[in-house]
């Protein structure tokens, strides 16, 4: 069965400053990865996803994350955080080839808290 | 593109009735849907997934003769909340599962429903 631990529950971070927000999982078979955002009382919303090719994902709002099969690992990295930026952020993986079968399980979410 | 609706946000109700919880997809068809369950500050659990035309699969734990789940078309699933109590109360929330157009392996997210039980 595949897991998703998210290392830190909460990150807090100044203005403009980087950060990373780290994303462990166990699958046994290969694996889609993603990260979402949720900002208080709404749904998800999908930052970025690898799916296969290049280990290096961009996605939305400045956001970036690095497959690591060997560390079995996808962190989320920013260079420079704004205010807007504080949200839940929750990583989810796949198994499976798609279809029906296509069930996410999520981490237990960050929440990463940009201050002035 | 690729959105999905939730029907109502926000629904406070009675110990005993039921609520039935509506979740669309906007602009594309949806042969999968999933319905999962969130607790404050927790993340989100998987509860059930709707297959149009078919019974819904549920996960470990969960009871479907309380979480009722209905998808009659390739836009719309429904989850009832039979008989709801207390702890019950949580916020809900759907996914709809895009398999075409550029949407291939990707779930899009409704906003959520809040159920209250008092």
């Known amino acids: 069965a595949q897991s998703v631990t998210q290392l830190d529950s909460q990150v807090p971070v100044f203005e403009e400053a980087p950060v990373e927000l780290r994303c462990n999982y166990s699958?046994?078979?290969?694996?889609?990865l993603f990260w979402y955002v949720q900002y208080p009382n709404q749904g998800l919303q999908l930052l970025l996803k690898?799916?296969?090719?290049?280990?290096l994902v961009k996605g939305i709002n400045g956001f970036e994350a690095e497959f690591n099969k060997s560390q079995t690992s996808f962190h989320l990295r920013k260079p420079s955080v704004h205010i807007s930026d504080t949200a839940e952020y929750f990583c989810?993986?796949?198994?499976?080839?798609?279809?029906?079968?296509?069930?996410?399980?999520f981490g237990k979410g960050t929440l990463l808290t940009v201050n002035p | 593109g690729a959105v999905v609706s939730q029907h109502p946000s926000r629904v406070i109700c009675k110990s005993g009735t039921s609520v039935k919880i509506e979740c669309r997809s906007l602009d594309f068809q949806a042969t999968t849907m999933f319905w999962y369950r969130q607790f404050p500050k927790q993340s989100l659990m998987l509860m059930a997934t709707?297959?149009?035309?078919?019974?819904?699969?549920?996960e470990q734990g969960v009871e479907k003769d309380k979480f009722l789940i209905n998808h009659a078309s390739l836009t719309l699933s429904t989850l009832t909340v039979t008989s709801a109590h207390p702890e019950d109360s949580s916020f809900y929330i759907c996914?709809?599962?895009?398999?075409?157009?550029?949407?291939?392996?990707?779930?899009?997210f409704g906003p959520g429903t809040r159920l209250t039980v008092l």
């Open positions: 996914s709809a599962l895009g398999l075409a157009g550029g949407f291939d392996n990707e779930q899009f």
């Open positions: 989810a993986v796949c198994e499976g080839s798609g279809g029906s079968n296509y069930k996410l399980t």
């Open positions: 709707s297959n149009e035309g078919s019974k819904a699969t549920y």
């Open positions: 690898y799916l296969s090719g290049s280990t």
């Open positions: 699958s046994s078979v290969s694996v889609y």
